[in-house]
T-cell receptor
Framework: GAGVSQSPRYKVTKRGQDVALRCDPI?????LYWYRQALGQGPEFLTY????????KSGLPNDRFSAERPEGSISTLTIQRTEQRDSAMYRC??????????????????FGEGSWLTVV | AQSVAQPEDQVNVAEGNPLTVKCTYS??????LFWYVQYPNRGLQFLLK??????LVKGSYGFEAEFNKSQTSFHLKKPSALVSDSALYFC???????????FGKGTTLSVSS
């Protein structure tokens, strides 16, 4: 699509429930990122993919968080057994090129509008 | 360790006056620096980036940023502020491995008419 699309935009869930957040990156973009942003803070890196391969998941806070991108396009971030501290904005972003194709680290990363998660 | 800092939580400026939003960084190796803007209920929008070359980088909406290696800074500037520039601004550092961006905590810019 023209931009990074995320759904749902707003999600309220009860503590203990599982939540899945979806990201549809810009068409043809190789790299896909997940960030989490708490109120009053900057986005915090969670994980990223090149194509379907998860390259770095060092930012996932614990094993309740997982992400996949099975066909190298749409990605899902899943939070199991949600807790109130999981409440935040979850942002997805994509980038055109991946490693090994040139000065990729200078490529712009484009963000979606985010998914607001509230755990009650 | 690589990090980026935005020392001001809020910057207030009158319309028509020049504005500066500060950013400093710490990185081993060459920095890749970005500015993003967040309007209410909108996604993060890319403004400009420094990869290499001229220290003065020009971006969207009349913004520019000056890379200063000796002071490890990348301040965002605009010669004449508009009320519509009021938003939350984030400075970000590209990690050396070229994977993800490290963001500052953000600076709220308020431009009064």
């Amino acid at each position: 699509g023209a931009g990074v699309s995320q759904s749902p935009r707003y999600k309220v869930t009860k503590r203990g429930q599982d939540v899945a957040l979806r990201c549809d990156p810009i068409s043809g973009h190789v790299s896909l990122y997940w960030y989490r942003q708490a109120l009053g803070q900057g986005p915090e890196f969670l994980t990223y993919f090149n194509y379907e391969a998860q390259q770095d998941k060092s930012g996932l806070p614990n094993d309740r968080f997982s992400a996949e991108r099975p066909e190298g396009s749409i990605s899902t971030l899943t939070i199991q057994r949600t807790e109130q501290r999981d409440s935040a904005m979850y942002r997805c972003a994509s980038r055109r090129r991946g490693p090994g194709t040139g000065v990729y680290f200078g490529d712009t990363i484009y963000f979606g509008e985010g998914s607001w998660l509230t755990v009650v | 360790a690589q990090s980026v800092a935005q020392p001001e939580d809020q910057v207030n400026v009158a319309e028509g006056n020049p504005l500066t939003v500060k950013c400093t960084y710490s990185v081993s190796g060459n920095p890749y620096l970005f500015w993003y803007v967040q309007y209410p209920n909108r996604g993060l929008q890319f403004l400009l980036k420094y990869i290499t070359g001229d220290n003065l980088v020009k971006g969207s909406y009349g913004f520019e940023a000056e890379f200063n290696k000796s002071q490890t800074s990348f301040h965002l500037k605009k010669p004449s502020a508009l009320v519509s520039d009021s938003a939350l601004y984030f400075c970000a550092l590209g990690r050396q491995a070229g994977t993800a961006l490290i963001f500052g905590k953000g600076t709220t810019l308020s431009v009064s008419s």
